[in-house]
Protein backbone atom coordinates (compact mmCIF):
# COMPACT_ATOMS: atom_id res chain seq x y z
CA UNK A 1 0.00 0.00 0.00
CA UNK A 2 1.19 3.47 -0.82
CA UNK A 3 2.05 5.60 2.31
CA UNK A 4 0.94 9.19 2.66
CA UNK A 5 2.52 12.29 4.64
CA UNK A 6 0.35 13.50 7.45
CA UNK A 7 1.12 17.32 7.08
CA UNK A 8 4.57 18.69 6.68
CA UNK A 9 6.22 17.14 10.27
CA UNK A 10 7.24 14.09 8.74
CA UNK A 11 4.61 11.35 10.00
CA UNK A 12 3.88 9.20 7.13
CA UNK A 13 1.54 6.25 7.22
CA UNK A 14 -0.23 3.94 4.78
CA UNK A 15 -3.31 5.73 2.91
CA UNK A 16 -5.03 3.37 5.00
CA UNK A 17 -5.23 3.23 8.34
CA UNK A 18 -7.19 0.52 10.65
CA UNK A 19 -9.59 1.86 13.49
CA UNK A 20 -9.39 -0.42 16.52
CA UNK A 21 -12.56 0.54 18.18
CA UNK A 22 -14.99 -1.78 17.29
CA UNK A 23 -12.72 -5.12 18.16
CA UNK A 24 -13.74 -4.26 21.96
CA UNK A 25 -15.95 -1.27 22.40
CA UNK A 26 -19.14 0.53 21.16
CA UNK A 27 -20.50 -1.70 18.31
CA UNK A 28 -21.99 -4.83 20.00
CA UNK A 29 -20.28 -8.03 21.38
CA UNK A 30 -16.34 -7.35 21.10
CA UNK A 31 -14.82 -9.75 19.32
CA UNK A 32 -12.70 -12.83 20.05
CA UNK A 33 -9.12 -11.48 21.34
CA UNK A 34 -7.24 -14.01 19.56
CA UNK A 35 -9.09 -13.37 16.31
CA UNK A 36 -8.57 -9.91 16.79
CA UNK A 37 -5.00 -10.27 17.16
CA UNK A 38 -4.58 -11.69 14.40
CA UNK A 39 -6.63 -9.28 12.42
CA UNK A 40 -4.01 -6.81 13.62
CA UNK A 41 -1.21 -8.85 12.79
CA UNK A 42 -2.92 -9.69 9.28
CA UNK A 43 -3.39 -5.92 8.99
CA UNK A 44 0.36 -5.44 9.05
CA UNK A 45 1.18 -8.21 6.19
CA UNK A 46 -1.33 -6.80 4.17
CA UNK A 47 0.35 -2.71 4.19
CA UNK A 48 -1.33 -1.31 7.35
CA UNK A 49 0.91 0.60 9.14
CA UNK A 50 -1.49 3.07 10.95
CA UNK A 51 -3.75 1.73 14.00
CA UNK A 52 -6.05 3.83 15.82
CA UNK A 53 -7.04 3.29 19.56
CA UNK A 54 -7.55 5.27 23.04
CA UNK A 55 -8.01 5.11 26.18
CA UNK A 56 -11.90 5.35 26.81
CA UNK A 57 -12.36 2.65 24.30
CA UNK A 58 -13.20 -0.08 26.50
CA UNK A 59 -11.34 1.62 28.63
CA UNK A 60 -8.07 0.14 28.39
CA UNK A 61 -8.62 -2.57 26.31
CA UNK A 62 -8.57 -1.70 23.32
CA UNK A 63 -5.34 -0.24 24.20
CA UNK A 64 -4.17 -3.41 25.76
CA UNK A 65 -5.34 -5.57 22.97
CA UNK A 66 -3.58 -3.08 20.26
CA UNK A 67 -0.49 -3.40 22.53
CA UNK A 68 -0.31 -6.89 22.26
CA UNK A 69 -0.77 -7.76 18.97
CA UNK A 70 1.58 -4.84 17.48
CA UNK A 71 4.18 -5.91 20.09
CA UNK A 72 6.37 -8.13 17.92
CA UNK A 73 5.72 -6.07 14.94
CA UNK A 74 6.68 -2.21 16.53
CA UNK A 75 8.98 -0.87 14.50
CA UNK A 76 6.77 -1.26 11.49
CA UNK A 77 3.87 0.42 13.07
CA UNK A 78 2.52 3.76 14.03
CA UNK A 79 0.75 3.76 16.73
CA UNK A 80 -2.04 6.42 17.65
CA UNK A 81 -3.85 6.54 20.65
CA UNK A 82 -5.97 9.79 22.93
CA UNK A 83 -5.95 11.45 26.26
CA UNK A 84 -8.54 13.96 27.45
CA UNK A 85 -11.76 11.53 28.70
CA UNK A 86 -12.44 11.57 32.52
CA UNK A 87 -13.67 8.66 33.84
CA UNK A 88 -15.69 7.26 36.13
CA UNK A 89 -13.15 6.40 39.30
CA UNK A 90 -15.54 3.94 40.27
CA UNK A 91 -17.94 1.21 39.14
CA UNK A 92 -18.39 0.91 34.84
CA UNK A 93 -15.33 3.38 34.83
CA UNK A 94 -16.85 5.14 31.59
CA UNK A 95 -16.68 8.45 30.37
CA UNK A 96 -17.93 11.22 32.98
CA UNK A 97 -16.90 14.41 31.07
CA UNK A 98 -13.43 15.34 30.04
CA UNK A 99 -10.26 16.17 31.23
CA UNK A 100 -7.06 17.59 29.84
CA UNK A 101 -5.44 18.86 32.85
CA UNK A 102 -1.43 18.69 32.87
CA UNK A 103 -1.16 16.13 35.24
CA UNK A 104 -4.03 13.81 34.11
CA UNK A 105 -2.47 14.25 30.74
CA UNK A 106 0.63 12.90 31.91
CA UNK A 107 -0.73 10.42 33.54
CA UNK A 108 -2.61 8.73 30.87
CA UNK A 109 0.20 8.63 28.76
CA UNK A 110 2.44 6.78 30.87
CA UNK A 111 -0.53 4.43 31.44
CA UNK A 112 -0.68 4.14 28.07
CA UNK A 113 2.61 3.32 27.09
CA UNK A 114 2.54 0.38 29.65
CA UNK A 115 -0.47 -1.37 28.05
CA UNK A 116 0.55 -0.35 24.89
CA UNK A 117 3.89 -2.19 25.29
CA UNK A 118 6.08 0.40 23.89
CA UNK A 119 8.37 3.15 24.70
CA UNK A 120 6.59 5.79 22.74
CA UNK A 121 3.15 7.08 21.46
CA UNK A 122 3.47 8.17 17.69
CA UNK A 123 0.78 10.18 17.84
CA UNK A 124 -0.96 11.38 21.02
CA UNK A 125 -4.17 13.00 19.95
CA UNK A 126 -6.37 15.25 22.68
CA UNK A 127 -9.77 13.08 22.40
CA UNK A 128 -11.79 15.83 23.00
CA UNK A 129 -11.44 19.49 23.98
CA UNK A 130 -11.75 20.58 27.72
CA UNK A 131 -13.01 24.42 27.77
CA UNK A 132 -11.30 24.23 31.41
CA UNK A 133 -7.72 24.08 29.61
CA UNK A 134 -6.66 26.44 27.34
CA UNK A 135 -5.86 24.29 24.44
CA UNK A 136 -2.15 26.54 24.76
CA UNK A 137 -1.56 24.72 27.81
CA UNK A 138 -2.35 21.29 26.40
CA UNK A 139 -0.19 21.78 23.41
CA UNK A 140 2.78 22.95 25.95
CA UNK A 141 2.32 19.23 28.05
CA UNK A 142 2.49 17.34 24.34
CA UNK A 143 4.90 19.33 23.69
CA UNK A 144 6.71 18.21 27.08
CA UNK A 145 6.22 14.58 26.48
CA UNK A 146 7.61 15.02 23.00
CA UNK A 147 10.94 16.08 24.11
CA UNK A 148 11.08 13.48 27.15
CA UNK A 149 10.43 10.86 24.29
CA UNK A 150 7.22 9.74 25.26
CA UNK A 151 5.14 10.92 22.33
CA UNK A 152 6.57 11.62 19.13
CA UNK A 153 3.57 13.58 17.02
CA UNK A 154 0.71 15.42 18.61
CA UNK A 155 -3.19 15.50 17.35
CA UNK A 156 -6.04 17.16 18.07
CA UNK A 157 -9.53 15.51 17.63
CA UNK A 158 -12.96 17.35 16.89
CA UNK A 159 -11.80 20.60 17.38
CA UNK A 160 -12.78 23.60 15.78
CA UNK A 161 -10.15 25.67 13.82
CA UNK A 162 -9.66 28.39 16.11
CA UNK A 163 -8.58 25.80 18.34
CA UNK A 164 -6.31 24.05 15.80
CA UNK A 165 -4.44 27.38 14.88
CA UNK A 166 -3.78 28.55 18.66
CA UNK A 167 -2.63 24.92 19.20
CA UNK A 168 -0.15 25.05 16.62
CA UNK A 169 1.26 28.01 17.24
CA UNK A 170 2.81 26.90 20.37
CA UNK A 171 3.63 23.97 19.36
CA UNK A 172 2.88 21.58 15.99
CA UNK A 173 -0.11 19.95 15.25
CA UNK A 174 0.91 16.74 13.02
CA UNK A 175 -2.98 15.77 12.24
CA UNK A 176 -6.76 16.10 13.53
CA UNK A 177 -8.95 13.17 13.48
CA UNK A 178 -12.51 14.46 12.93
CA UNK A 179 -15.33 12.56 11.02
CA UNK A 180 -15.67 12.16 7.66
CA UNK A 181 -17.27 10.64 5.25
CA UNK A 182 -19.89 10.79 2.17
CA UNK A 183 -22.67 11.48 4.62
CA UNK A 184 -20.18 13.78 7.21
CA UNK A 185 -19.13 16.77 5.01
CA UNK A 186 -18.86 18.99 8.22
CA UNK A 187 -14.62 19.36 7.79
CA UNK A 188 -15.18 21.09 4.47
CA UNK A 189 -16.19 24.22 5.39
CA UNK A 190 -13.42 25.34 7.21
CA UNK A 191 -11.24 22.38 8.65
CA UNK A 192 -9.27 21.36 5.75
CA UNK A 193 -8.23 24.32 4.69
CA UNK A 194 -7.27 25.24 7.97
CA UNK A 195 -5.26 22.41 7.91
CA UNK A 196 -4.02 23.19 4.08
CA UNK A 197 -2.91 26.00 5.09
CA UNK A 198 -0.62 25.09 8.14
CA UNK A 199 0.61 21.95 6.96
CA UNK A 200 -1.65 19.58 8.84
CA UNK A 201 -2.45 15.98 8.12
CA UNK A 202 -6.29 14.97 8.22
CA UNK A 203 -7.35 11.42 9.73
CA UNK A 204 -11.25 10.91 9.16
CA UNK A 205 -12.63 8.41 11.39
CA UNK A 206 -15.96 6.42 10.46
CA UNK A 207 -15.10 7.19 7.18
CA UNK A 208 -18.21 4.31 6.53
CA UNK A 209 -20.86 6.11 8.32
CA UNK A 210 -20.05 3.27 10.69
CA UNK A 211 -20.52 0.88 8.52
CA UNK A 212 -23.81 2.26 7.24
CA UNK A 213 -21.88 3.20 3.47
CA UNK A 214 -21.33 0.19 3.63
CA UNK A 215 -24.60 -0.62 2.14
CA UNK A 216 -25.06 -4.30 4.89
CA UNK A 217 -28.22 -2.02 6.76
CA UNK A 218 -31.72 -1.78 6.46
CA UNK A 219 -34.31 0.02 7.87
CA UNK A 220 -35.00 -2.91 9.67
CA UNK A 221 -32.01 -3.52 11.09
CA UNK A 222 -31.87 -3.62 14.93
CA UNK A 223 -28.99 -2.70 17.20
CA UNK A 224 -28.00 -4.73 20.32
CA UNK A 225 -28.37 -2.38 23.45
CA UNK A 226 -24.38 -2.77 23.78
CA UNK A 227 -23.91 -0.89 20.30
CA UNK A 228 -23.61 2.83 20.13
CA UNK A 229 -25.68 2.41 17.07
CA UNK A 230 -28.84 1.73 18.74
CA UNK A 231 -29.18 5.27 20.69
CA UNK A 232 -27.35 7.19 17.26
CA UNK A 233 -29.86 9.66 15.26
CA UNK A 234 -28.35 8.29 12.40
CA UNK A 235 -29.23 4.41 12.71
CA UNK A 236 -32.83 5.13 14.09
CA UNK A 237 -35.52 3.64 11.85
CA UNK A 238 -36.95 6.24 10.20
CA UNK A 239 -33.44 7.43 9.41
CA UNK A 240 -31.92 4.48 8.14
CA UNK A 241 -35.32 4.30 5.29
CA UNK A 242 -34.32 7.98 3.93
CA UNK A 243 -30.54 7.48 4.22
CA UNK A 244 -31.35 3.97 2.37
CA UNK A 245 -31.34 5.90 -0.75
CA UNK A 246 -28.08 7.48 -0.76
CA UNK A 247 -26.33 4.02 -0.35
CA UNK A 248 -28.79 2.67 -3.00
CA UNK A 249 -27.50 5.03 -5.60
CA UNK A 250 -23.76 4.63 -4.17
CA UNK A 251 -24.29 0.45 -4.96
CA UNK A 252 -25.21 1.45 -8.67
CA UNK A 253 -21.93 3.89 -9.28
CA UNK A 254 -20.06 1.48 -7.29
CA UNK A 255 -20.95 -1.24 -9.36
CA UNK A 256 -19.56 0.44 -12.53
CA UNK A 257 -16.77 0.71 -11.44
CA UNK A 258 -16.31 -2.88 -10.26
CA UNK A 259 -16.61 -2.37 -6.91
CA UNK A 260 -18.07 -1.97 -3.24
CA UNK A 261 -20.10 0.64 -2.31
CA UNK A 262 -17.70 1.04 0.68
CA UNK A 263 -15.01 0.80 -1.59
CA UNK A 264 -16.03 4.05 -3.27
CA UNK A 265 -16.67 5.85 0.04
CA UNK A 266 -12.95 5.10 0.88
CA UNK A 267 -11.71 5.88 -2.58
CA UNK A 268 -13.61 9.33 -2.66
CA UNK A 269 -11.76 10.29 0.50
CA UNK A 270 -8.39 9.49 -0.45
CA UNK A 271 -8.97 11.48 -3.88
CA UNK A 272 -9.94 14.85 -1.69
CA UNK A 273 -6.27 15.29 -0.42
CA UNK A 274 -3.00 13.81 -0.25
CA UNK A 275 -2.82 14.22 3.09
CA UNK A 276 -5.81 12.21 4.09
CA UNK A 277 -5.78 9.05 5.65
CA UNK A 278 -8.54 7.43 6.41
CA UNK A 279 -8.84 4.74 9.47
CA UNK A 280 -11.60 2.71 8.53
CA UNK A 281 -12.57 0.18 11.28
CA UNK A 282 -13.61 -3.74 11.24
CA UNK A 283 -13.74 -6.83 13.02
CA UNK A 284 -13.10 -9.03 9.91
CA UNK A 285 -10.94 -10.17 7.53
CA UNK A 286 -12.89 -10.09 4.55
CA UNK A 287 -13.78 -6.60 5.10
CA UNK A 288 -10.47 -5.53 5.98
CA UNK A 289 -9.31 -6.87 2.55
CA UNK A 290 -12.17 -5.19 0.38
CA UNK A 291 -11.13 -1.98 2.37
CA UNK A 292 -7.51 -2.50 1.49
CA UNK A 293 -8.83 -2.44 -2.20
CA UNK A 294 -9.79 1.06 -2.10
CA UNK A 295 -6.77 2.49 -2.00
CA UNK A 296 -6.50 1.36 -5.88
CA UNK A 297 -9.50 2.41 -7.12
CA UNK A 298 -8.94 5.83 -8.97
CA UNK A 299 -11.77 8.14 -9.40
CA UNK A 300 -12.03 10.11 -12.87
CA UNK A 301 -13.50 13.55 -11.95
CA UNK A 302 -16.45 12.27 -13.77
CA UNK A 303 -16.92 9.37 -11.07
CA UNK A 304 -15.97 12.37 -8.41
CA UNK A 305 -18.69 14.34 -9.99
CA UNK A 306 -21.29 11.63 -10.12
CA UNK A 307 -20.62 10.61 -6.59
CA UNK A 308 -21.02 14.61 -5.33
CA UNK A 309 -24.51 14.46 -8.00
CA UNK A 310 -25.76 11.26 -5.77
CA UNK A 311 -24.61 13.11 -2.30
CA UNK A 312 -26.29 16.20 -2.95
CA UNK A 313 -29.86 14.50 -4.30
CA UNK A 314 -29.90 12.44 -1.41
CA UNK A 315 -28.95 14.49 1.53
CA UNK A 316 -28.20 13.05 4.92
CA UNK A 317 -30.17 15.81 7.58
CA UNK A 318 -30.13 13.60 10.53
CA UNK A 319 -27.60 14.77 13.62
CA UNK A 320 -24.44 12.54 13.59
CA UNK A 321 -24.88 12.47 17.24
CA UNK A 322 -27.21 13.12 20.30
CA UNK A 323 -27.01 16.25 22.14
CA UNK A 324 -25.04 16.12 25.08
CA UNK A 325 -22.37 14.58 22.24
CA UNK A 326 -22.94 17.31 19.59
CA UNK A 327 -21.55 19.73 22.62
CA UNK A 328 -18.25 18.38 22.96
CA UNK A 329 -17.19 18.74 19.55
CA UNK A 330 -15.78 21.48 17.46
CA UNK A 331 -14.62 23.59 20.57
Not at 187 to 195: G, M
Not at 227 to 244: H, V
Request: proline share 6%; glycine share 8%; net charge negative.
Amino acid sequence: MQKRKLGNGGLEVSALGLGCMGMTWAYGVPGDRNEMIALLRSAVELGINFFDTAEVYGPFTNEELVGEALEPLRDKVIIATKFGFALDPEGSKRPIGVNSQPTHIKVVADAALKRLRTDRIDLFYQHRVDPAVPIEEVAGVVGDLVKAGKVEYFGLSEASAATIRRAHAVFPVAAVQSEYSLWTRDPETNILPTLEELGIGFVPYSPLGRGFLTGTFTADTKFDDSDFRSRNPRFQADAMRENTRLVTSLKELAAGKGATPAQLALAWLLAQKPWIAPIPGTTKRARLEENIKAAELILTPSDIAAIEHVVATNAVTTPRYNEPELKMINI
